[in-house]
């Protein structure tokens, strides 16, 4: 079981980025999908961004392309999320998940999951 580790959360004025980071471990990085997940109170968990093992494929929601990047560096062990123009809407936890098989954009079909990490975006 590969294990996931988010940080980079806070709190930012709206018109603010932040990177958001997960820290992998356990197996081996470079054969996992990864992908960012957010959730907000009394809201289902939605898809925001995911790439593929190798980095070449990307995939970002409609309401994120423009603004948010996803990224990783194999040799790191390390996915991002760049989030740049933050929304008061962008508020939820951000959750960081893991597979071996090809990405997809929902949820369940994610078996490794990190902790989440906090995003609050002040209007």
């Known amino acids: 079981q590969v294990q996931l580790v988010e940080s980079g959360g806070g709190l930012v004025q709206a018109g603010g980025s932040l990177r958001l980071s997960c820290a992998a471990s356990g197996r081996t990085f470079s054969n996992y999908a990864m992908g960012w997940f957010r959730q907000a109170p009394g809201e289902e968990r939605e898809f925001v961004a995911a790439i593929s093992q190798s980095g070449s494929s990307t995939s970002l929601a409609a309401s994120v392309k423009g603004r948010f990047t996803i990224s990783r560096d194999n040799a790191k062990n390390t996915v991002y999320l760049q989030m740049n123009s933050l929304k008061p809407e962008d508020t939820a936890v951000y959750y960081c998940?893991?597979?071996?098989?090809?990405?997809?954009?929902?949820?369940?079909?994610?078996?490794?999951w990190g902790q989440g990490t906090q995003v609050t975006v002040s209007s």
């Open positions: 998940a893991a597979t071996t098989l090809h990405f997809s954009v929902l949820h369940y079909e994610w078996p490794n």
